[in-house]
């Protein structure tokens, strides 16, 4: 709450020095609108409309298509928490030809068994056991690519009035998609597996591999590609000289001197005409992805900050990292990016909003039913039994006391509806902007209208 507040101030003090405070948002309509021509009730001319009724069974076909999707990640999801071993042979998505390979003497299985009946891990296998975490990374990365072009498809379809409906459309229908792809497995260990330690291994492996994938396909593979674009170009430019000139020879024309000089004002053009082609040969910066992924990770902050209080520390180190890539890309892989002027990150911030509310209720249930928490602070309601582990070892599991589940569940519920209420009170009390934002505001506001008063005694 407190850091939403800290970047609702930030923001509205960057807009105030930026003089973006007043920025409109984007109402012009797109040229792809199409619909009914009628007369307005407002303007009294002629406008093109596409009511809700019209737009509707759009959005029922738009919700097929990516409950469709979603469907193939899931299934996707599933396959590699088996053969990364976190699903147990009771789950009913306990797949056994994949969850084989994790299990002891599997490809994947990652450790050694100790005398207790233990496993314990060695770096070779605890590296190999990273492949099943690389290739469910890649195969994300792949399926957002693809929903990327089938959300834009859907949302043209929908036929949006405004670029602003449109944006925010696009932004919901990838948001809600990738937040499904990259949370659902973790949701799954956390509130079915019911195990933090194996969490805290999927989100540390999700940061490690996510880290390496943005530096590689945001920075390595577009430059080599533009670099390879350019090595080719410049060898065609150099063949298609050497036929001229050879053409030129040929036809044995004189004037050396001319043609030197015409050769030196070539040479002097050449410059530009390469910097201008090199440009155009640059990739077009896509600030969407940079938005996405920030708000992905803040979901992995703040989601399961119970279980992986560290995160915080790790995405510090991360996004160093992402920081050095992306001045790199801005620099040498992209082209400028436009400027639209506005008040504020828009949809985005509604969006992170939403991830704090539920991680609210996230935590509190990790806090509960999946960690240890509760069990140190009320030990009395809980109690340790001996349970035969999937792999054949006796394990101690958290279990709750006989009669006392129902007040784990009270409790559990308490300090959810305590936390929104003091995080409701934290964001009704503190203003959005600093005091002197809202001076200058008042300020400007004040001159507009003094403005409009003198005009009006002029005439």
């Known amino acids: 709450a407190f850091f939403l507040k800290y970047w609702d101030r930030y923001a509205s003090a960057l807009a105030c020095t930026w003089g973006t405070l007043d920025a409109a948002r984007r109402e012009e309509v797109r040229p792809q609108f199409h619909g009914k021509t009628v007369i307005s009730p407002v303007t009294g001319k002629k406008e093109i409309h596409f009511g809700f009724s019209d737009r509707l069974p759009r959005y029922v076909a738009s919700c097929l298509a990516t409950a469709l999707m979603l469907s193939i990640a899931f299934g996707i999801m599933c396959l590699f928490l088996n053969l990364e071993g976190y699903v147990h042979r009771n789950s009913p998505i306990y797949i056994k030809v994949v969850a084989r390979l994790a299990e002891p003497g599997g490809l994947f299985f990652t450790g050694t068994s100790g005398e207790d009946g233990d496993y314990a891990m060695s770096i070779g296998s605890q590296l190999f056991g990273f492949i099943p975490v690389i290739l469910h990374a890649l195969i994300i990365m792949l399926l957002n690519s693809l929903y990327r072009v089938v959300a834009e498809t859907l949302t043209e379809f929908e036929n949006h009035r405004t670029e602003h409906e449109f944006e925010n459309s696009i932004i919901i229908k990838r948001f809600l998609f990738e937040a499904f792809d990259c949370y659902i497995a973790l949701f799954y260990i956390a509130f079915y597996e019911l195990d933090p330690i194996a969490l805290r291994q999927e989100l540390i492996g999700l940061y490690t591999v996510d880290s390496f994938r943005r530096v590689v396909c945001e920075c390595i593979i577009p430059l080599t590609l533009q ?16 036929k001229h000139k050879k053409s030129d020879g040929d036809g044995g024309g004189g004037g050396g001197g001319d043609g030197g000089d015409g050769g030196n004002t070539d040479g002097e053009w050449g410059g530009d005409d390469d910097s201008q082609i090199v440009d155009e040969l640059l990739d ?19 989601l399961f900050a119970s279980a992986f209080p560290l995160a915080p520390i790790l995405s510090m180190l991360c996004n160093l990292i992402e920081l050095r890539s992306d001045m790199f890309k801005l620099v040498y892989v992209c082209r400028r990016p436009h400027v639209n002027r506005v008040r504020n990150i828009g949809i985005w911030r509604n969006i992170m909003y939403v991830l704090f509310t539920l991680s609210i209720v996230s935590n509190c249930f990790l806090f509960g039913f999946t960690t240890e ?46 936390l929104l209420v003091c995080c409701g009170l934290i964001l009704a009390v503190i203003p959005s902007e600093p005091e002197w934002v809202r001076i200058d505001r008042a300020r400007r506001e004040y001159e507009r209208e003094e403005a409009l008063r003198k005009s009006l005694r002029i005439r």
Request: no cysteine; charged share 35%; proline share 1%.
């Open 227 to 242: 670099k390879l674009r350019e090595y080719f170009r410049k060898r065609k430019d150099l063949a298609d000289d050497a």
């Open 373 to 418: 928490q509760m069990m140190v602070w009320i030990p009395s309601w809980f109690q340790l039994e001996k349970e035969l582990r999937w792999d054949g070892a006796i394990v101690e599991e958290q279990e709750l006391a006989k009669g006392k589940g129902r007040y784990v569940v009270f409790m559990v519920f308490a300090l959810e509806h305590i």
């Open 284 to 302: 077009e910066y896509e600030q969407f992805d940079d938005y996405l992924e920030m708000v992905i990770e803040y979901g992995y902050i703040t």
